[in-house]
Structure formats: C-alpha cells, structure tokens
C-alpha cells in the first residue's frame, strides 16, 4: 500500500552534518507517530529519535544534543538533523512512520528502505 521514500544520506567528515528526509510515496492523511532508527552491519536495529503529533519528542542518549527529529505537517514529511556526527553514528538510517491514509482510518506503521550515512575524513 503505502511505501516510504527516504533521502539525504551521504559521505562527511566527522563534525559534519546532514539532514535526513522521510516521506510517503503517494498522499496521505496523516502523520500521527514518527520515529527514526539506526542499524550496522552485524547490530542490532537501535532506535535513535522519535516524535509525536503533539509535539513532544525524544532521543537515544547516544544522540542526544545533536540530534533532532521533525515533521512539516503540511507536507507530511519526517526529517532527521543530524550535526556533530561522530564515528559511531554510520549506519543505514530507517525511518517509520505511524499514519492514516484516509481520514477515519487506523493509525498503521511503515517502516521505509534506509539510506546509508558514512562518516569518514
């Protein structure tokens, strides 16, 4: 049904920063719970940050203070500022996404493909 694009990963230096992107591939009603997560090869999937309609947000202590999760409601798009990376941050970044794609509909969860952060001088 719904699939979620994702965008803006990429190649810095350590100190640098990007800025992620999450977004469903075709309109949508709402965004009501969105969340991102971090996963390296032979890890385990870590949640890193998410964010609820209502404003409030949290975060992993190990991004805490560089990290920031947001959403432009009108858009319905979910980002992920990222600044000060570190190296221990490169990984396939995942972002999910509670939504209703119809009003009146269930709040239902989509998980999108990844994109790849690489910190590296």
């Known amino acids: 049904q719904v699939r979620l694009l994702e965008s803006g990963g990429g190649l810095v230096q350590p100190g640098g920063s990007l800025r992620l992107s999450c977004k469903a591939s075709e309109p949508i009603f709402s965004v009501n719970t969105f969340a991102w997560y971090r996963q390296s090869p032979g890890m385990q999937r870590e949640w890193v940050a998410a964010?609820?309609?209502?404003?409030?947000?949290n975060y992993a202590d190990s991004v805490k203070g560089r990290f920031a999760i947001s959403r432009d409601n009108a858009e319905n798009t979910v980002y992920l500022q990222m600044d000060n990376l570190q190296p221990e941050d490169p990984a396939v970044y995942y972002c999910?996404?509670?939504?209703?794609?119809?009003?009146?509909?269930?709040?239902?969860?989509?998980w999108g493909p990844g994109t790849q952060v690489t910190v590296s001088s």
């Open positions: 964010g609820v309609s209502g404003g409030a947000t």
């Open positions: 999910k996404l509670g939504l209703r794609r119809r009003a009146g509909s269930r709040v239902n969860e989509y």
